[in-house]
C-alpha cells in the first residue's frame, strides 16, 4: 500500500474538485490577467492530482507518465503566455483583460 | 484494295489538317492542289475498291480498324462496312467532289476565304465518306452530324452578312428537328436488337413478322431523321435557303451528296422498311407530295439557284417517292444520276452568275448563249437530262421510278407524272430565260461577260458526258439492256427484291415512256412558246398577275405560316418563361440565399464583443452543458 493509498480516492476527488471550481471562477470572475493565468494552473494541477491518485489506485503508471508531459507542456505554456503577458502590460500599462477588446465585429 | 478503305476518308481529313492549320500561310495555288488532290487520290482508292468488289465473289467486307465503345453490354467497333452500296456512295462523293474541288479552285479564286473554303470542303467529304461507310448506325449518325456542321459552316461562308447567317442557322436548327428523330431512331434499335450494328439488326430483324410495330416505329423515326437532311415535307424549307451559301457549295452538299443522306440511310436499312408497308406508305406518299409541291414552288422562282434548290427538293421527293413503293435500285440509280445533272446545272449557273458579276436574277439575263457557250451547251445537256429526255441520264432513272410507282399506285405514278411535266417545264422556262431572247441586264454587266475560266468549264464538260451517258448503267429489260445497275446492288437488296414490284409488261413500260416522253415534249413547247416566241419576262417584285401566282411566287407563305406557327410562339413562351421562371423564381432564390446570409451574418456578427472575459464565460458554460448533455 503506498503513500497516496493511505487517503481514501474520495477525498482526492473532493479536493480536486474544489480546486477546479476554485480555478474556473477565477478565471471567470477575476480581471487581472496574471491572476486568470494562475487559475488556469490551478485547474491543470487539480487535474494533475487527479491523475496521480486514480494512477496509483488503479495500479497503472500510465497516469502518472501522463502527467510529466503535462507538467512539460505547461511549463512551455506558462514562457509563452508570460512573455504575451509581458507584452501586454507594456502596450496598455495595465493587466486588465477588459482593456484588450479591439479586436471585435 | 479493299484492305485500304481507311484511305479513303482519311486523304480528305489530312487536306483538311494541313489547309486547316497552315491554309493563311499557303498560296492559293498550293491550297487548291492540295484540297483537290486528296480527293482525287481517294477517288482514286475509291475506283480500285469499286472494280474489286465488282470483279471479285464476296460482296460484302467488314474491315474493323478499332474498338471504339465498350461499356457493358454496348461494344461498338470503328468499322467500315464495304457492299455494292458504299462503293457506289463512295465513287460519287469523291468523283463528284473532286470536280466540285476543281471547279472551286476556279470560282473561289478571288475570295479572300479562299483556305477556309477548301478545309470546310475536305472536312465535309471527310465527314459524308464516314457517313455512307460506316458499319454501324452510329458511325453513321458522326457523318450525319458532321455533314449537317459543314453545311452550316458553309452556308454561312459569307458570314458578314445576316441574311446569309440566318440562313446557316435555318438549316442547322430544321436538320436537328429531323436528327432528334433519327436519334431515337437509333436507341429504338439498340433496344430492340441490343446492337446497332448493320449486320446483327438486319439478320435478327429478317427473322420479325412483316408490320411489326415496333420496326414501323423505327423506319419511321429514322425516316424524321430522314426528312431533315434530304429537305423532304415539312422539313425541307432550309435547303432553298441554303443557297446562300458559295454556288459550289449549294452544287456539292445541297445537291449532289448530303442531301442524298436520307436516301442512303433508308436504302441501307431497306429490310426495315420492306417489313413495315405502313412505314413504306408513308414515305411514298411524303415523297411524292414533295416533289409535287416544291415542283409547283420552282415554276415561278426567279433566282436562278431557287429555282435549281426548288428542283433539288422536288428530285429528292422522286427518289423518296421510289424507296417507298421499294425501288430501292430505281432510288439509288436517281441519285447517282440525279448527282450528276444537278452538280452540273448548279455549276453551270455558278459559270452563269459569275459571268454576270454576281447577279442571279434570270429576269436580269437572257440571251447568254452568244457569250458563255461552253455553259450554256453544258447547261442545255443537264436540262434535258433532268427533264428525262431520251437518252439522257435522268430517262432511265426516273422512268424506272415512274414505272414502279405505276406497278404500286396508279395515283402515285399520275402525280409522279404532273410532278415531271413541271419540272421540264420550271427548267426549260429557267433554261430560256437565261440563255435566250435579248440581254436584260444593265451595259457594264453585258462588258463584263465572259467565259469561265479551264479550271471550271472542264469540270462542267466532264458532268455534261456523265449526264449523258451515266444512264446507261441502268438500262431497263424492255429497252435491251441488262441494268448493270439492278444486278450490281442486287446482294445489299437481296432480302428486298420479293417485294419489288417487276414492271409487268414491256408493253406498259412502252407505254409509260411514250406517255412520259410526250409530257415533256408538250411542256418544252409550252415553255419554248411562252418565253421565246413571246418573250413573255416574269413580273417585277410585287406585281404578281394572279392569285395562284401569288401564292406559288410567295413560296405558299410556308416560311410565313412556320414563322407564325412555331417560331413566334416558341418565342413567346421562352419570353415568358424568361420574365416569369428565370427573372422571379430562379433568380429570387439566387438572390434570397445570398441577402439571407448576409442578414444572418451582419447580425450574429454582434455577439462576437471583443470582451475576452464574455468568451471565457460562454465557452464555460458551453463545455458545462457539453459534459451535461454526455450524462444524459
Redesign the interface.
Known amino acids: 500500500m503506498s503513500a497516496i493509498q493511505v487517503v481514501p480516492i474520495e477525498w482526492y476527488l473532493l479536493l480536486c474538485t474544489v480546486l477546479f471550481t476554485i480555478g ?1 471562477l477565477g ?2 470572475f477575476r ?1 487581472n490577467a496574471i491572476i ?1 493565468f494562475m487559475s488556469i494552473e490551478i485547474m491543470l494541477n487539480a487535474v494533475n492530482l487527479l491523475l496521480v491518485a486514480f494512477s496509483s489506485y488503479l495500479s497503472d503508471s500510465k497516469g502518472q507518465v501522463f502527467v510529466f508531459f503535462i507538467m512539460a507542456v505547461a511549463a512551455a505554456e506558462v514562457a509563452v503566455g508570460l512573455a504575451i503577458l509581458m507584452m501586454v502590460y507594456r502596450n496598455t500599462k495595465s493587466s486588465d ?2 482593456m ?6 | 484494295m479493299i484492305k485500304l478503305v481507311w484511305l479513303v476518308p482519311l486523304l480528305p481529313l489530312i487536306g483538311f489538317v494541313i489547309i486547316g492549320l497552315f491554309g493563311k500561310k499557303l498560296s492559293k495555288g498550293i491550297v487548291g492542289t492540295i484540297g483537290s488532290g486528296t480527293v482525287m487520290a481517294a477517288f482514286a482508292v475509291a475506283l480500285g475498291i469499286f472494280f474489286e468488289l465488282k470483279g471479285g465473289t464476296q460482296k460484302e467486307f467488314t474491315i474493323e480498324l478499332f474498338n471504339w465503345i465498350s461499356a457493358g453490354k454496348l461494344s461498338i467497333p470503328f468499322s467500315f462496312l464495304i457492299d455494292p452500296l458504299s462503293s457506289l456512295f463512295l465513287l460519287i462523293i469523291t468523283g463528284i467532289g473532286f470536280l466540285i474541288h476543281l471547279y472551286s479552285t476556279g470560282y473561289m479564286s478571288h475570295d479572300e476565304g479562299f483556305s477556309r473554303f477548301f478545309a470546310y470542303l475536305n472536312l465535309f467529304i471527310f465527314f459524308m465518306l464516314l457517313l455512307v461507310l460506316g458499319s454501324n448506325y452510329l458511325i453513321m449518325f458522326v457523318g450525319w452530324e458532321g455533314v449537317g456542321l459543314c453545311s452550316y459552316l458553309l452556308i454561312g461562308f459569307w458570314f458578314k452578312n445576316t441574311a446569309f447567317n440566318n440562313a446557316a442557322k435555318k438549316a442547322f436548327i430544321m436538320n436537328r428537328i429531323g436528327d432528334l428523330g433519327f436519334l431515337l431512331g437509333i436507341i429504338l434499335i439498340f433496344v430492340t436488337f441490343g446492337s446497332i450494328g448493320y449486320h446483327d439488326v438486319f439478320e435478327q430483324a429478317k427473322n420479325m413478322a412483316t408490320g411489326n410495330p415496333t420496326l414501323t416505329a423505327i423506319a419511321l423515326l429514322l425516316f424524321v431523321g430522314a426528312m431533315g437532311k434530304s429537305a423532304q415535307l415539312p422539313l425541307y424549307t432550309w435547303l432553298p435557303d441554303a443557297m446562300a451559301g458559295p454556288t459550289p457549295v449549294s452544287a456539292l452538299i445541297h445537291a449532289a451528296t448530303m442531301v442524298t443522306a436520307g436516301i442512303y440511310m433508308i436504302a441501307r436499312s431497306n429490310v426495315l422498311y420492306t417489313l413495315s408497308p405502313d412505314a413504306m406508305n408513308v414515305v411514298a406518299v411524303v415523297g411524292v407530295c414533295t416533289a409535287l409541291f416544291a415542283a409547283t414552288i420552282g415554276l415561278a422562282q426567279n433566282d436562278i439557284k431557287k429555282v435549281l434548290a426548288y428542283s433539288t427538293v422536288s428530285q429528292l421527293g422522286y427518289m423518296f417517292l421510289a424507296l417507298g413503293v421499294g425501288a430501292y435500285t430505281g432510288a439509288v440509280f436517281h441519285v447517282m444520276t440525279h448527282a450528276f445533272f444537278k452538280a452540273l446545272l448548279f455549276l453551270g449557273a455558278g459559270s452563269v452568275i459569275h459571268a454576270m458579276g454576281g447577279e442571279q436574277d434570270i429576269r436580269k439575263m437572257g440571251g447568254l448563249k452568244k457569250y458563255i457557250s461552253t455553259t450554256h451547251i453544258t447547261f442545255l445537256l443537264g436540262t434535258l437530262a433532268i427533264a428525262g429526255c431520251f437518252p439522257f441520264s435522268g430517262f432511265f432513272s426516273k422512268d424506272e421510278i415512274l414505272a414502279q410507282a405505276y406497278e404500286h399506285n396508279k395515283l402515285l405514278w399520275f402525280l409522279g407524272i404532273l410532278g415531271a411535266a413541271m419540272t421540264t417545264f420550271y427548267m426549260f422556262r429557267l433554261y430560256f430565260l437565261t440563255f435566250h431572247g435579248k440581254f436584260r441586264g444593265t451595259h457594264e454587266q453585258e462588258h463584263h461577260l465572259h467565259e469561265s475560266p479551264k479550271s471550271m468549264t472542264i469540270p462542267l464538260i466532264v458532268l455534261a458526258i456523265l449526264s449523258v451517258v451515266g444512264g446507261l448503267v441502268g438500262i431497263p429489260a424492255a429497252l435491251g439492256g441488262t441494268h448493270f445497275l439492278e444486278a450490281f446492288l442486287s446482294p445489299v437488296f437481296e432480302f428486298s427484291s420479293f417485294r419489288i414490284v417487276q414492271a409487268a409488261s414491256h408493253e406498259t413500260e412502252y407505254m409509260l415512256m411514250g406517255i412520259a416522253t410526250l409530257i415533256m415534249i408538250l411542256a418544252i413547247y409550252f415553255a419554248y412558246t411562252v418565253f421565246v416566241k413571246n418573250n413573255r419576262v416574269p413580273a417585277a417584285e410585287g406585281d404578281e398577275t394572279s392569285a395562284i401566282h401569288k401564292l406559288v411566287y410567295n413560296k405558299y407563305w410556308v416560311d410565313e405560316i412556320y414563322e407564325n406557327l412555331i417560331t413566334k410562339p416558341l418565342n413567346m413562351i421562352s419570353e415568358a418563361f424568361y420574365k416569369l421562371i428565370d427573372n422571379q423564381v430562379v433568380d429570387g432564390i439566387v438572390n434570397g440565399v445570398g441577402s439571407t446570409v448576409k442578414w444572418l451574418s451582419s447580425t450574429i ?2 455577439v ?6 464574455f468568451y ?2 460562454v465557452m ?1 458554460i458551453s463545455i458545462v452543458l457539453i459534459l451535461f448533455s454526455q450524462l444524459f
Open positions: 474556473v478565471v471567470l480581471r486568470i483583460i477588459d484588450l477588446n479591439k479586436l471585435k465585429w | 456578427r454582434l462576437q464583443t471583443g470582451n475576452t472575459g471565457i464565460f464555460v
